[in-house]
């Protein structure tokens, strides 16, 4: 009978970064509590790890990250002022964030990129494969990637990372993996990758998103490896060695994605999830829309 490969309940959300392209705003605000219409960009991070499920959430945070714990923690006065108003509605909302998942932290001390900060949560991990969450990639929870990679690494084994077509003049801006097709049209299977290639040099338009499901054999190849681009080590080149041979941990799939992702690490794109999250909001998409047709027509 074939052993079942162990079913993931773990998540690592990195959020240590200091969030410089929102400065000033990130001077003492943590960029993952900058609010994407009416909650913090990290609370619908846990909310897709959570519907995953996955409800063992770790986040690896910094100096000045305290908010995302108090975000997620109880707020007895809040909550008892609303209840003496008898504002039933905030208040479910309040405790909503509280309720969400069994959230651990760890500091990840000295910023040295997001290989490291994976690294710091070996620990809490141990030999579990176990998801990471990008907090500037917001996925569209109606169309679950998240989900989707732990059924491919359930099935497959070894790790999986999430992959979408970009514009051959930006795959720059991400990693980009080489890959072979799959009898899975989402899926293809991942021979190589490289950080930020130069255009020309790319081997696809395939580009690395912040999803991944990693086996836990990572942690001891991030522990040998070299700092990489930028002086930084790289969970990239960590997935390059996993991808050259999988007897070390496994093979590496990507899932391709063709949903509806929000970046919010730019500032542009920041505004246009909060534009296009808003338009589809039931409370506000109406009366907003409305009010942005005018303001375009007026405007153009």
Not at 204 to 212: E, F, Q, T, W
Request: with cysteine; charged share 25%.
């Amino acid at each position: 009978m074939t052993q079942s490969l162990p079913r993931i309940s773990k998540a690592v959300i990195p959020a240590a970064g200091l969030g410089t392209r929102f400065l000033p705003a990130t001077k003492a605000t943590p960029k993952e509590m900058l609010p994407v219409v009416d909650k913090p960009a990290i609370q619908y991070v846990v909310e897709e790890a959570v519907a995953a499920g996955l409800s063992d959430v770790l986040m690896i945070t910094g100096r000045n990250k305290r908010p995302l714990e108090d975000h997620f923690d109880r707020n007895y006065e809040l909550e008892s002022a609303l209840t003496r108003k008898g504002d039933a509605e905030r208040l479910s909302k309040v405790q909503e964030s509280s309720d969400l998942a069994n959230l651990h932290y760890v500091r990840q001390g000295d910023p040295r990129g997001l290989g490291h900060a994976v690294l710091c949560a070996a620990p809490h991990v141990g030999d579990q494969p176990f998801a990471v969450l990008l907090g500037d990639d917001l996925i569209d929870p109606r169309d679950p990637l998240l989900a989707r990679m732990v059924e491919i690494q359930e099935r497959e084994g070894g790790s999986v990372v999430a992959l979408m077509e970009v514009e051959p003049s930006q795959i720059h801006m991400y990693g980009c993996a080489a890959t072979e097709a799959t009898t899975d049209s989402d899926v293809v299977r991942v021979t190589g990758l490289v950080e930020k290639p130069d255009p020309a040099e790319a081997p696809s338009n395939l580009a690395v998103i912040g999803r991944y499901v990693l086996d836990p054999s990572v942690f001891g190849i991030l522990r040998r490896t070299e700092p990489g681009r930028g002086g930084e080590i790289q969970l990239t080149d960590a997935l390059q060695l996993l991808a050259e041979d999988e007897k070390i941990g496994g093979p590496v799939h990507g899932v391709v994605f063709k949903g509806r992702r929000y970046d919010t690490g730019d500032r542009g794109d920041y505004l246009r999830a909060i534009v296009r999250l808003a338009c589809e909001r039931e409370d506000l998409g109406p009366d907003f829309r409305t009010w942005l047709r005018s303001y375009v027509t007026e405007e153009l």
